[in-house]
T-cell receptor, first 113, second 111 residues
Framework: SAVISQKPSRDICQRGTSLTIQCQVD?????MFWYRQQPGQSLTLIAT?????????ESGFVIDKFPISRPNLTFSTLTVSNMSPEDSSIYLC??????????FGPGTRLTVL | QKEVEQDPGPLSVPEGAIVSLNCTYS??????FMWYRQYSRKGPELLMY????GNKEDGRFTAQVDKSSKYISLFIRDSQPSDSATYLC???????????FGSGTRLSIRP
């Protein structure tokens, strides 16, 4: 298994500002993923982050709004840009050890006022 | 039709009961089948990971995959109040790393 940490665990932000969420994995993983989860709902994939290449975004998510960095095999960041209240959600990162075998971080709970 | 269907519950059973959680899917390309447990305000925890059809047992948990019926199950024996959580099924193909999640079933075990 893998241990994944995220920072911050929660934040309250003002409309129009940006927040960068950090994700650290305790082992090297080729693929990392960023998800969004509304309370009581399932997970929605935002993007897939490979080390050394541009992130791949899912339909409805764009790089200008959710820029992602993946500087090495154990770390990634997701920035939520120009936030609005609709961006209030839980943001989760995961790392993949085996095919489709993903381990998740504890999540970042974001509230935008 | 969603690729993965899961009854959202809530499901409430007495302590010690056998719990059965299920998902159906439509994409025959899925080869990897997972069950995640998610406690309130926590990230999903990988509980069971299986490849192709068959059964896998881990302690009180048994995962079953029936690819011919496109149906997967998670059984919890001797359920405990600490098993109260949301259980999410998830599936992936052999070459794509993207996995598809079910909507999750909220389970409550009554002492």
């Amino acid at each position: 298994s893998a241990v994944i940490s995220q920072k911050p665990s929660r934040d309250i932000c003002q409309r129009g500002t940006s927040l960068t969420i950090q994700c650290q994995v305790d082992s090297q993983v080729t693929m990392m993923f960023w998800y969004r989860q509304q309370p009581g709902q399932s997970l929605t994939l935002i993007a897939t982050a490979n080390q050394g290449s541009e992130a791949t975004y899912e339909s409805g998510f764009v790089i200008d709004k959710f820029p992602i960095s993946r500087p090495n095999l154990t770390f990634s960041t997701l920035t939520v840009s120009n936030m609005s209240p609709e961006d209030s959600s839980i943001y989760l990162c995961s790392g993949e050890l085996g095919v489709s075998e993903q381990f998740f971080g504890p999540g970042t709970r974001l509230t935008v006022l | 039709q969603k690729e993965v269907e899961q009854d959202p519950g809530p499901l409430s059973v007495p302590e010690g009961a056998i719990v059965s959680l299920n998902c159906t899917y439509s994409n025959s390309a899925f080869q990897y089948f997972m069950w995640y447990r998610q406690y309130s305000r926590k990230g999903p925890e990988l509980l069971m990971y299986t490849y192709s059809s068959g059964n896998k047992e881990d302690g009180r948990f048994t995962a079953q995959v029936d690819k011919s019926s496109k149906y997967i199950s998670l059984f919890i024996r001797d359920s405990q109040p600490s098993d109260s959580a949301t259980y999410l099924c998830a599936m992936g193909g052999s070459s794509a790393s993207k996995i598809i999640f079910g909507s999750g079933t909220r389970l409550s075990i009554r002492p």
